[in-house]
């Protein structure tokens, strides 16, 4: 399902919108006149002005961009560094002793290097970077790319020093793992996997952004392949993030496993 519209809700928007909508060679809708109209109403008029039952829209508004899948899916998916949830998992998320710390080997007198090959909405590299580690995102699909570009503009103009210097340890780049990982002199002491998994069943979709994922991007197919690259890129080990009861990827067996109620990491050391 690839996106199908960027639609912005203010007039001094208009000029950004335009220039996405010409990145990504879709049409631009103006939702100024709309603005005051409920939810239900603006995606109706979305799915018919673009004539299409469940368009993939990216929207601009003043605080910023998000995702939809018109109708199909309830509610906006954006990247989010500074809001409450985010914040309250910084201060009160147990730090260290955080299964993902633990996973990378963080510990006292050690900030390992990270590079996040599958960095979705970048949760688990911003709490990496709170914690001292610094963390290249990788993003292949290049919508989720804008999401985390705006997410991390939004987060600058907080003007939290505290929040800015956890940004500056994070470097984000439009790429695929495969390509990037075999960059010449490429150094790393973790390499993170966090890939797509497919769901046994519809109802295992809890979170929204996880059918928006399923729908716009699918499975990452090509995660056994990408495995075996990072164990050769990385100077300490490579972290895989599981749901719980999935397989090995690449069915190789890990050096030792964390397991929580719903994920595991698997941790080879190298």
């Known amino acids: ?11 001094s928007l208009s000029i950004q919108a335009i220039d996405l909508a010409a990145q990504y060679n879709v049409p631009c809708v103006d939702l100024c006149t709309l603005s005051s109209l409920k939810q239900k109403d603006i995606d109706n008029y979305l799915s018919e002005q673009l004539e299409m039952a469940h368009p993939v829209v990216l929207f601009l508004e003043e605080t910023g961009l998000s995702l939809r899948i018109i109708q199909l899916v309830k509610g906006a998916i954006f ?41 979705g909405l970048g949760r688990d ?22 999401l985390l570009n705006d997410g991390l503009l939004q987060a600058r103009i907080q003007s939290c020093s505290e929040l800015n210097e956890i940004l500056d340890r994070m470097e984000l780049i439009s790429s695929d793992a495969h390509n990037y990982l075999k960059l010449p ?6 390499v993170y996997l966090d890939p797509m998994f497919p769901e046994k069943n519809k109802g295992a979709l809890v979170k929204k952004e996880m059918q928006i994922f399923h729908n716009l991007i699918g499975m990452d197919d090509d995660s056994d392949a990408l495995l075996n690259l990072a164990l050769s890129i990385a100077g300490q080990r ?33």
């Open 1 to 11: 399902m690839l996106l199908s519209a960027v639609a912005y809700s203010s007039p």
């Open 238 to 270: 490579v972290v895989v993030k599981r749901p719980r009861i999935a397989p090995y990827l690449s069915n190789s067996k890990p050096s030792y496993t964390l397991e929580g109620k719903s994920n595991r990491f698997d941790i080879y050391l190298v």
């Open 185 to 190: 002199e490429l150094t790393t002491d973790v």
């Open 79 to 119: 990247a989010d560094f500074y809001g409450p949830s985010v914040s309250y998992r910084r201060t009160k998320g147990g730090g260290r002793r955080q299964m993902l710390a633990k996973a990378v080997g963080l510990k006292k007198g050690a900030c390992p290097t990270v590079i996040d090959c599958t960095a």
């Open 125 to 146: 590299a911003f709490v990496l970077a709170s914690l001292g580690c610094r963390v290249v995102m990788l993003e292949r699909v290049t919508v989720i790319h804008a």
